[in-house]
């Protein structure tokens, strides 16, 4: 974005709160509750990178995105953005170029896009354009991956752009989370209450930030520290001890010209080696000197079985009792503790799933436990059935979400996708009958897509903002819904979405009108308010009718007369309707039709033209000329004008009855314009470079040449004609006309008053000009006609046939005639 945020650590108090809610706002959806710490980071660097102008869309690629996250490409394909998808958070097009050859993502992060959309700027995520660039500037000078744009200046890595593989997506949010929650001197801003006095409040402060455990937040804390952008400091108390303790976060402090001491890259304090021995994170407490990767980067490179999931998206669990054995088997577990969370919380659902990952050297044991135990009670719980029916009830479920096809009415029919199209506009529109959705199979969702595509693509050409569509959508949609009494009460979904919830209903002619509202504005539609007081003012024209054309009837006979005059009312409406659009659709027939013969035609002109255009010039030959080159075409033209520059001038310089005069003057003006032609050449090449001329086409030389010369000569023509109806005003026929004009206009009404005024002597004056000029003009055009007869030459007619024979029979007769009558 092209705004000038500064330096975006120096973060004022209102627009550090304002990006901290919207952050929080994104990572703590609860539709995200499971999902790696990489989906949550994503969230937040596509909607910092959406732009503006584009609808609040990012285009990136998956490559890219990982290098923003610490993570790897596959990661990213295979882990983030499913996530993502399967959550509603993400909304993603494929973008292609010319070849048909992917290039990237365009996303959309689908909170922000309908915060956005509802206009409350009181919504944490409606953040303004200046405010997305300064979350934007604030991830890249904590974790941007860096790049050198072209022709600028280039842009340095983050702080933490080498903290790459597991854990690096968990660190980059942790440290974005305390940069938002850090005042001006740098000080992170602890959790209060009662904390695990264990791991201490600054590692409770991370947890309590991110969502995880103390344990988890204390390994977090040590990594920062190790990396040199966070400090714990620790406040002797009289015992001696160190008890008191504190965070800094170092780039903050220092944006703020605080001075601190350099953070230890090997923390030795006790906090550090209570992380180095903490359990409940997936990633070992043991890290060498370096902060290199230490899970996975790509596809291939160092994977072990059980660690491929385990690297970029690991999750920070709960604390683990050191000494319990598993028992659950691996093959049925993905062997880490996360898989017993439910779809909200952090702690495992059961103990038995929450203590199946096997300690060191008791994987033999962990193969060999009861797979009942599973599916079993809490410690000290009484089992409410027999944990062998509720395996069987569990497979049985699993059975049916794996299947692909149901049978529906003794046909197969494939089973209906669970989540909305990934299209943004149809998610938005689709949004209040997401119920009804998973009740369709999957040939009833396509022709529902379609459906609302052609509805979308209405709407569309209604509006007026075109992106307003599919909010529109949504608001008939839930309209119809409270209208029908709820999705509970729809036996059929599939009729009543294509038929009835998706259908717009008019009340009037036009096509803005759906149940009496305009669906532009919101407001109730005039047109059907005009319908409803013309049929109110003819149902009282004919009820005067009725009581002047039957006196003294009965009320239920009077009421009878007029409904049965409406209803004839109605029909006779109807049948002009239908045959008024009838005429519309005939006219747009022809309308079509007319087009249809112009492109036909254009088509045509276009086949001529190039068949034209591929014919040599007559002239000089040159191929692709259209039957004559530029250069000889402007010769053609450039003697033209030659010769009616010598006409021009016998006008005025000589007699034209006079033919040899008027040669001599055509002879003259040609040598004066030949001579013109050579000097303005000779001006061209002093100026011109020859080098750069001849470089140009073999034939760029002749055609400067021309183009000159018909430049030279168009000019000499205009002057000759100005000159030649300067002369010919000056004539007496002009000036007795221009006299006429003058007398003629002051003899006008208006002038008659007043004939010596200015206002009456310039319309005279004015009048007697264009008199004169018009005679002027009329003289040339008389004396040019004259002199094109006289230069035009006599038509050769044969001689007679009688005279031709006596011609030919007086010739000798040649050898080789001679021959033949021999």
């Known amino acids: 974005m092209p705004l000038n945020v500064g330096n975006p650590l120096q973060l004022s108090k209102t627009m550090r709160a304002r990006l901290l809610a919207a952050v929080r706002a994104l990572v703590s959806v609860p539709a995200l509750a499971g999902a790696s710490d990489g989906a949550r980071l994503a969230s937040v660097v596509l909607t910092a990178k959406a732009n503006v102008r584009d609808g609040y869309q990012a285009k990136i690629w998956a490559a890219e995105l990982g290098r923003w996250l610490g993570v790897s490409q596959s990661t990213v394909a295979h882990t983030v953005l499913p996530e993502l998808r399967a959550a509603g958070l993400l909304g993603s097009n494929v973008t292609t170029n010319a070849y048909g050859h992917v290039t990237g993502l365009e996303c959309w992060v689908i909170p922000m896009y309908r915060a956005q959309q509802a206009g409350d700027r009181r919504h944490a995520l409606a953040l303004s354009r200046s405010e997305l660039a300064v979350l934007l500037s604030l991830i890249e000078v904590l974790f941007g991956p860096g790049w050198a744009p072209k022709d600028k200046a280039p842009v340095p890595a983050g702080l933490l752009a080498g903290r790459r593989g597991r854990g690096a997506a968990t660190d980059r949010l942790g440290l974005l989370l305390m940069v938002l929650t850090t005042g001006p001197a740098g000080w992170l801003q602890l959790c209060p209450g009662a904390v695990d006095t264990f791991r201490g409040r600054p590692a409770a402060t991370v947890a309590r930030l991110l969502g995880c455990s103390a344990a988890a937040g204390a390994k977090v804390l040590k990594r920062l520290q190790e990396h040199g952008v966070a400090e714990v400091v620790r406040k002797e108390i009289g015992s001696g001890l160190n008890a008191q303790s504190r965070v800094r976060l170092v780039p903050v402090a220092k944006a703020h010209g605080v001075a601190v001491r350099e953070a230890c890259r090997v923390a030795k304090s006790v906090f550090s080696d209570l992380a180095s ?43 683990h009792a050191p000494g319990a054995t598993a028992v659950v088997p691996p093959q049925l577990s993905g062997g880490f503790s996360g898989e017993g969370r439910k779809s909200e919380g952090h702690q495992p659902g059961r103990t038995c799933v929450r203590e199946d990952q096997a300690t060191e050297g008791e994987s033999a044991i962990a193969g060999s436990g009861s797979p009942v135990a599973e599916v079993g009670p809490l410690r000290s719980e009484k089992p409410l059935k027999s944990p062998a029916d509720e395996q069987e009830q569990a497979g049985s479920i699993a059975a049916g979400a794996g299947a692909r096809l149901t049978v529906v009415g003794g046909r197969k029919t494939q089973q209906g996708r669970r989540e909305l199209p990934a299209d943004l506009d149809l998610r938005v529109a689709l949004a209040p009958v997401s119920w009804l959705w998973t009740k369709l199979n999957r040939w009833q969702q396509d022709h529902v897509v379609k459906a609302t595509k052609a509805e979308l693509a209405q709407l569309r050409h209604v509006l007026d903002w075109a992106g307003q569509a599919p909010s529109v959508l949504a608001s008939r949609l839930a309209s119809r819904l409270e209208e029908t009494g709820g999705e509970a009460l729809i036996a059929r979904p599939y009729g009543w979405i294509t038929h009835r919830g998706l259908v717009r209903r008019p009340l009037c002619s036009d096509v803005r009108c759906d149940d009496g509202t305009r669906l532009d504005t919101g407001a109730d539609c ?105 250069a000889c075409d402007h010769r053609r033209q450039t003697e033209a004008l030659i010769g009616e520059s010598g006409l021009l001038a016998a006008t005025w310089l000589a007699d034209p009855s006079d033919q040899v005069a008027v040669a001599a003057v055509a002879t003259e003006v040609r040598t004066a314009i030949e001579d013109a032609i050579a000097a303005s050449w000779a001006q061209f090449q002093e100026i011109t470079d020859p080098v750069a001329l001849e470089a140009a086409g073999p034939d760029a030389v002749e055609d400067a040449a021309a183009h000159n010369a018909f430049v030279v000569a168009e000019s000499a023509a205009a002057e000759y004609r100005h000159e030649a109806l300067v002369i010919l005003g000056r004539s007496e026929d002009a000036q007795a006309e221009a006299r006429k004009a003058y007398a003629t206009e002051l003899t006008k009404p208006w002038h008659q008053a007043l004939p010596d005024s200015d206002d009456a002597q310039r319309a005279a004056t004015e009048a007697a000009a264009k008199a004169q000029t018009r005679t002027a003009e009329h003289l040339l055009a008389a004396w040019l006609e004259q002199l094109h007869a006289q230069a035009r030459p006599e038509p050769v007619r044969p001689a007679p046939w009688l005279q031709r024979l006596s011609e030919l029979a007086a010739r000798p007769l040649d050898s080789e005639a001679l021959e033949v009558i021999a």
């Open 526 to 630: 005039d047109n059907c308010d005009n319908v409803l007081h013309l049929r109110r003012a003819w149902r009282v024209r004919i009820a005067a009718e009725v009581d002047q054309e039957l006196p003294g009837v009965e009320t239920d006979a009077r009421y009878r007369e007029i409904e049965a005059r409406m209803r004839r009312h109605a029909e006779a409406e109807a049948i002009d309707l239908v045959a008024r659009q009838a005429e519309a659709q005939q006219r747009a027939a022809q309308r079509a039709a007319a087009c249809a013969e112009a492109e036909a035609q254009a088509v045509v002109e276009r086949e001529r033209a190039a068949a034209r255009q591929a014919v040599a010039c007559e002239d000089c030959g040159r191929a692709r000329s259209a039957g004559r080159c530029e």
């Open 277 to 319: 021995t903490a359990s409940g994170d997936l990633e070992t407490g043991e890290t060498g000197e370096t902060l290199g990767p230490t899970g996975i980067e790509d596809a291939g490179q160092g994977e072990t079985a059980g660690s491929v999931d385990l690297a970029a998206t690991a999750q920070h669990h709960a604390l």
